[in-house]
């Protein structure tokens, strides 16, 4: 133990007498180990942290499938039943519970209301869970009759802090809900959660929980009762000793007899369970796959950089090791010394690295792209800490690192001669050939810093081209305004006040607005006549829209005509369709005339026009079919939707017409008050907002990397310089001009950047086999970032080989050849 | 050949400037075989570097066959060290990862003369001193007396007409010593002026003239053209 004191000792020493060599060292891991936390923490805020409850490796979540979707949600009445029946879930009701979002309004003093995002969740659901509450008390499945007459809530965190100013006798008090327009309910609040629960999810915080037998008893009670009201999500606390494949078993065999028992509604529907885990890595997809190469590419650059100051400095240090083992020093001794200065390298390079991360992950939530401006809230963003878990993962990656970067000084130690390093000899040898495994780090790095610099290049231009590529929404200034759906008459009076207003252009509506924030879009079940093979009816997503409202959007019509005015209740009922659907069910054909039947055969439309295929829920989102219907139709012989989104063309910044547009409609009823005001712009950029982050975070990567390259790269020329003096010495002293010198030193280099971008290339190509899922109008591949991450990467080798290379001309022959 | 005209060579290190050149003033005839002698510190082997143009900062006048090379660039010395100057080396300066063929095609290589042209002088100069059956060898696979008579075949290959030689036999025992210093004989005789540093009496004896230098002056200018017969004689 003393001895290794003293080793720490003289590690501590040696690191001090090598200041470059030490801050080099500590910066080039800091930055390896700093950005891959950072990463780390972004991946682990927004997809890998595990709920926030007590055993989360126990919880699994289950689905229903179709042959179409394999994360659907279930209706009630199908957990009910799931919750009967499976026995591999422990806890109240078999530990499965019910969990759907729905919104709840609650009333202002001045007629308008807030919006409050409501978790509606089977009265279990804390118990299976092991969610406490932060006062008051949860429900739990013994209070289910109780929740039936006398309805209760509990409220999230940052609820009860903004709508009721932390107000700490909250618990008992009642706060009315509005349904609909003209019904309000009391309900009773039971307590409050604790800030550290916010969601299932990580990128939600709801305001509200209740009961399924409260929302059953103030609101429609038909949304717990109907088969088609498919909106849970169901989650499942494993019992001792069961597995998820038992869970899956179970809920698969239990599903199969739900389709059995009504083969028109549940044809072709399943369900499986897989472990929370699984479904957060899948959550973070490709996405966190490529962030995370990325991130794996910039460390194994750190480490290759500090391998080759290790292998530098092992060469400097070469006669005092032999010098140890001449004098009897055994060979692990000597090894245990190096790795002793190895480990403290790590440290410091661990410490500087977290501290780097914590600067990072302030910066993080920046990168994100705020949620579209509002007037109600809808969410509340990603919390990102350096928790544990972060401080782990640096560790291992520390601990990892290290263990490969003990390879240089083990290979030292025993490889280590004693007389080529103590005799003359030593002074005499030219430098000779650099050793292979050298060579091959430099490809590598080089290899690798292309590789990230194609990726770059690809996903920057990715993102510039959801800002500039047409993507069938305009890119003007439309504000969106999201509200409680009028009766007609008061329909057409804010119609009337809004295109009143100044700056307004043309004013339209719909269902919703398209890359409006809603789970999915609405869809309804389609037979078409055309297709007698289809023998159950396809859900397809559709939009009712008034008149104009495709072009205030910006939705062409490529076929046929649009929505007009005369498409009204009392007419022939008619339907657009998008190029998506007219390819996948009349391909090559012209779809106009065609019969799509809507309300399960009840009513039959006419297609009157093709629309070009137009984003609904997402940018770069994969084309489905879709339909239009004129919203009076749908009114009146669909269905009647209960809100409704007016679309406004302005003549200015459609946000600075947010308040006046808020007014006008409060002025008409302020039931009206909208839930949620933004413009089209602004939710085209949130909707991407992931192609952003990728960008910014590859584009940050990218330049870490080649920052590492650079660095990487000259060390081992100026080293190579260095060792090749005397060879150099000899070549001028034979005639070699300083031109020649500069041209020996560029050679060299160009034939290891060749070597190195023959690597990149084949990393490239293996990265765009990932890279193509998110990516936006740009092939991964594309000649253009090939071109760019070429000359980029040219000019750093350049910029990298410059200064050894006028060194090595600087070189006097007379002094490099002095051997006395 | 080369006149050296009140050459001066120092060092500065700090405050303190130290000279290892003080007014040399010399003059070496072509074909002469010179040796330079002299205690370790005495400058010899700077001579030898002012001689090569290898060293930018003495002063004074240097002519090479009536060419002011001290009023040249460090570019123009290069060239004309290039065309006219060969090295031989005490510890020999062979290239480690060169086969002796590519080592002694080195300097013709800097010379821009086609390729064909150069295997042929390369060839030339191994049959000449029969190392044929060594040319694909590296020079680790060599012993000392050959690394060095691969040394001297570097330098001679571009037929330069002076020969600088600094140590050339002190790393070697004295049977091979005695080889490479006949060899150096046999190259005077052809025409090469020689120019030799060393400590040893007896290779000195081989040359025709012995220089002496003592902390930088040039002590004895001696010609001795009897004792060389004498050495040739035994």
Not at chain 1, 19 to 30: D, E, K, N, S
Not at chain 1, 312 to 332: F, K, M
Not at chain 1, 777 to 794: K, Q, T
Request: charged content about 20%; overall charge positive.
């Amino acid at each position: 133990m003393r001895s290794i004191f003293q080793d720490m000792r003289y590690a501590l020493r040696q690191l001090r007498r090598a200041p470059g060599f030490t801050a080099t060292a500590v910066l080039t891991l800091a930055l390896g180990l700093g950005a891959s936390s950072t990463i780390f923490c972004l991946m682990d805020g927004l997809w890998l942290h595990p709920m926030r409850v007590p055993h989360p490796g126990q919880i699994v979540r289950i689905f229903g499938t179709t042959p179409q979707k394999q994360e659907g949600a279930f209706n009630y009445t199908e957990y009910q039943a799931l919750a009967q029946r499976v026995n591999a879930f422990q806890g109240a009701s078999a530990g499965l519970v019910a969990i759907g979002g729905r919104g709840s309004l609650m009333p202002r003093p001045d007629g308008t209301s807030s919006l409050l995002l409501t978790n509606v969740v089977s009265s279990n659901f804390f118990a299976v869970l092991g969610v406490h509450p932060l006062m008051g008390r949860v429900f739990t499945a013994q209070d289910a009759e109780r929740l039936r007459t006398h309805p209760g809530v509990v409220l999230g965190y940052h609820c009860w802090q903004k709508e009721f100013a932390s107000d700490p006798n909250i618990v008992g008090r009642q706060i009315a809900l509005r349904h609909g327009k003209d019904h309000v309910s009391q309900v009773d609040v039971w307590g409050v959660l604790p800030s550290t629960f916010r969601e299932i999810d990580p990128d939600s915080d709801r305001d509200l929980w209740m009961p399924a037998e409260s929302w059953a008893a103030v609101r429609d009670a038909k949304e717990l009762t109907s088969r088609d009201f498919r909106w849970f999500n169901l989650l499942g606390r494993l019992a001792p000793g069961a597995t998820v494949r038992q869970a899956n078993d179970q809920v698969a065999t239990v599903a199969g007899t739900f389709a059995a028992a009504d083969p028109s509604s549940n044809h072709g529907r399943g369900a499986r369970a897989i472990s929370d885990f699984s479904y957060r890595m899948s959550q973070a997809g490709t996405s966190g796959l490529v962030l995370f190469a990325i991130v794996g590419g910039v460390v194994l650059l750190a480490i290759v950089n500090v391998a080759h100051l290790l292998l530098a400095r092992a060469l400097v240090r070469a006669p005092e090791i032999a010098l140890r083992l001449s004098l009897g020093a055994r060979r692990w001794v000597v090894a245990r010394q190096l790795l002793i200065e190895n480990l403290m390298l790590a440290a410091l390079g661990l410490t500087a690295g977290l501290g780097l991360a914590a600067a990072l992950a302030a910066v993080l939530p920046h990168l994100l792209v705020r949620e579209p401006a509002m007037l109600a809230s809808y969410g509340s963003g990603v919390h990102f800490q350096l928790d544990t878990r972060v401080f782990f993962f640096a560790s291992l990656l520390a601990l990892v690192t290290m263990l490969l970067l003990s390879l240089v000084p083990l290979s030292q130690v025993a490889r280590a001669a004693l007389l080529p390093a103590l005799g003359a000899g030593a002074a005499t040898r030219t430098a000779g050939r650099t050793p292979m495994v050298r060579r091959a780090a430099v490809w590598l790095q080089i290899g690798i810093s292309f590789a990230l610099l194609v990726s770059t290049g690809a996903l920057v231009r990715s993102f510039l081209n959801t800002r500039t590529q047409s993507i069938g929404l305009t890119r003007n200034q439309v504000l969106v305004a999201w509200t409680q759906g009028p009766d007609a008459p008061v329909r057409d009076t804010v119609l009337t006040n809004l295109r009143a207003l100044s700056g307004v252009q043309s004013v339209a509506y719909g269902i919703r607005s398209p890359l409006m924030p809603s789970e999915g879009g609405i869809a309804a079940k389609v037979l078409l006549p055309s297709h007698p093979e289809l023998h159950e009816p396809v859900e397809i997503k559709f939009n009712a829209v008034s008149s104009g409202f495709l072009d205030v959007t910006g939705t062409r019509v490529v076929l046929g005509r649009g929505i007009t005015a005369a498409d009204d209740a009392g007419g022939p009922v008619v339907v657009l369709i998008n190029q998506s659907m007219a390819q996948k069910y009349w391909p090559g054909q012209n779809p106009i005339g065609q019969v799509v039947r809507l309300a399960n055969g009840a009513v039959d439309a006419r297609v009157v026009g093709v629309t070009e295929n137009a984003p609904i829920i997402q940018i770069g989102e994969i084309p489905e079919p879709y339909l239009y219907v004129p919203f009076q139709q749908c009114e009146s012989k669909l269905s009647n939707m209960g809100e409704i989104a007016f679309v406004l063309e302005t003549r200015q910044n459609a946000m600075s017409m947010a308040q006046d547009v808020r007014q006008a409609l409060i002025h008409v009823n302020p039931l009206l008050d909208p839930m949620m005001v933004t413009s089209l712009p602004e939710l085209i950029r949130y909707s991407a907002g992931n192609y952003q982050m990728m960008a910014e975070l590859v584009s940050a990567l990218g330049l870490i990397g080649l920052a590492l390259t650079v660095v990487g790269l000259y060390g081992f020329l100026a080293f190579r310089v260095t060792q090749r003096r005397r060879e150099i010495g000899i070549r001028m002293a034979l005639g070699a001009s300083r031109e020649a010198t500069v041209s020996l030193v560029l050679l060299d280099t160009m034939r290891m950047a060749a070597i190195g971008l023959t690597i990149g290339v084949g990393l490239a190509f293996a990265a765009a086999r990932f890279e193509s899922a998110v990516l936006f109008g740009v092939r991964p591949l594309d000649a253009l970032s090939l071109a760019v991450a070429l000359v980029i990467l040219a000019a750093a080798v350049a910029a990298a080989a410059w200064l050894p290379a006028r060194r090595a001309a600087s070189i006097e022959p007379m002094q490099a050849l002095r051997t006395e | 050949m080369i006149e050296l005209k009140n050459v001066e060579r120092s060092y500065k290190a700090g405050h303190t400037e130290t000279w290892v050149l003080r007014r040399i003033e010399l003059t070496i005839k072509e074909g002469e075989f010179v040796t330079v002698m002299g205690p370790s510190g005495a400058g010899k082997s700077s001579l030898l570097n002012v001689l090569a143009l290898l060293d930018d900062g003495w002063l004074g006048e240097y002519w090479f066959d009536e060419t002011p090379a001290h009023k040249f660039n460090r570019k123009q010395r290069a060239d004309l060290a290039r065309q006219r100057i060969g090295m031989v080396f005490q510890s020999y300066h062979l290239l480690d990862d060169l086969t002796v063929a590519e080592n002694i095609d080195l300097p013709l290589s800097y010379k821009n003369l086609p390729a064909k042209e150069r295997q042929g002088m390369v060839a030339d100069i191994l049959d000449r001193f029969r190392i044929v059956a060594k040319k694909d060898l590296f020079p680790s696979q060599l012993s000392g007396g050959q690394q060095q008579l691969v040394g001297i075949a570097r330098a001679v290959v571009h037929a330069p007409k002076l020969l600088l030689a600094d140590e050339p036999t002190g790393n070697l025992h004295s049977t091979q010593a005695r080889e490479i210093m006949e060899l150096f004989r046999e190259l005077n005789r052809q025409g090469t002026t020689i120019v030799q540093v060393t400590h040893s009496e007896e290779n000195a004896r081989y040359g025709k003239r012995i220089l002496e230098l003592h902390d930088g002056w040039l002590t004895r200018d001696e010609t001795l053209e009897a004792k060389a017969t004498e050495v040739s004689a035994k």
